[in-house]
């Protein structure tokens, strides 16, 4: 049988549109399913109340705790290392073989760093799963990311702008403070959110080093539980009725996903800005 | 005030000490897990390791053939599914749809991109395993687990493909338009072969990613530790296996050697499929 080009083109829209329709439909069924089964149990009580009387304080808290301890242990590492293989190191096969091993390690399944932080941290460190065991470890797995994503940034910076700042005899860190690192700055700040996006999401590795107490914790040698390391535990560890634990889960998927689009208009949002300020609107 | 030229040489040794400190906790990380699984290796040696199908803690029998072939057929039934879907994706996104659809449909990718896989999990727990348990057996199974993990590769598929199909130069399609193609043969036969390497790499990553994810394909698939018969059946991979055993190990155990073997194999697949994934970026360069 043969197709005459003009149908043929018909039936290939009609299948790129439905694969677009795909995508929609599972957001749209993911998101509705979530609201549906958890906006009934969000209340301001079910933010407030500890997670015995079935709310998510504690782990609320704690996120923010992991999210601030990660990006003080490798935000300014990282962005060193970046400044330093995109601007000083020598070019060359050395350079190049460690952007690839970075790559790798970017791409290393996270439970093996899961692994390592229990190991290392818990296990022979630490002694006990606690807050900095899990924030060491999740320092470990982002680092690879922040430095690739903020030398990305660096490099996205014109020659131009470098060339004519040094010709103006600024010394090279001049240059870098006063010249490449504002331009780069939408995308640092770019690839810090991803962090945060990375730990709030991440569970297994926290799974393996937290700890999974249910209290606030009081140090950082006390255990604790994220939103979705809480979230996991509710379905499948904490004894109870089924039913409400499920309800309970939900409404922390609600809370999770709305905290990922916020941070999704909040990036949006800077680069916006930052677009904005480069085209001199400002 | 320091002197400028003193500034700039001190900042330079600081920037240095960061490289160095990150680029030795990265290599002293690989050190540690080859370090901490090489035992396992040595003591229930290489072959029996990869291609037996006992694993028991307490006869201290460790051996992971169901968990390569759960997490390979997992993986190759992910992409199998995703692939075309993503392809078709990507050239609506890039060539067919208008542009108000287009932006909106990339703003629910980045959404799918930043949902957390535990939230993935627990939809698939709730609304999917029921679905398939019609279909037989107790829902938990292998689909379950490639149907949570096609969903979840999608959006980065989509987006590397999508970047390739615009990064052809606008002429090929301009010219294929020239001789009088239509717009669909244009895409067909100019644009996506142009693109062929953007999409491989594409592939590759989505496996990468499917191998890799962990806690909404340990909801989903069942966790039980023998090779699946059918599709149906439920199945455990590498990633699984790890996180379903990890609070149990001991320090020092041969256990724990093996767990860290098996993220070892782990890391061979990835190490594989980012090798293949970047050996084709730098020949298109």
Redesign the interface.
Known sequence: MNIS??T??KI??L??????L???L??A??IG??FY?GLSVISWSFISNSIPEGGILPAIVCTIYIVLLTLVLSA??????A???SL??PKGRFSEF?R??????A??????????G???FV??LLGTQCLLAGALTMA?LV??TM?LASEEAIRSVPASHIEASLALGA????T?TKVILPAALPGIITAVILCV?RV?????CL??TLGLSMLTPGSLFHGGRTL??H??LL??EMPGDRGLL?KQ??AT?VI??II??L??LLTRLLSGYFLARMKGNN | MFNRYFVDNVSKQIVLVCAAVSLLVLFLIVIFIFKEGFPAFAKIGLLKFLFGTEWSLKEEKFSILPLIIGSTLAMLGTVVIATPLSIACAVFLSEVAPHRISSLLRQAIEVLVGIPSVVYGLVGMTLLVPLIRQLGGSGYSLLAGIVVLTIMVLPTMVTITEDSLRAVPVSYKEAALALGATQWQAIWMVLLPAARSGITAAFILGMARAIGETMAVYMVIGNAFAIPGSILDPSRTLTSHIVGQIQESASGSLHLSALFAVGIVLIIFILVFNSIAFLIRRKTL
């Open positions: 080009p003009k043929a083109q290939a829209w299948l790129t549109w439905l694969s677009g795909i995508v929609f599972i957001l069924i993911l399913f979530i089964h300014p590492l990282g962005l060193g290392t400044i330093y293989l000083y190191a460690v690839y091993g970075i790559e790798t390690l791409g290393v399944p996270s439970i093996i760093f899961g692994l390592f229990m190991a290392l296990i022979v470990c680092l690879p430095i010394t090279k860190w001049q870098i996006g709030i999401e991440e569970t297994a799974y393996a979705a390391l979230l996991y379905v499948t499920i889960a939900m998927s999770l996903v990922v689009i941070i999704n």
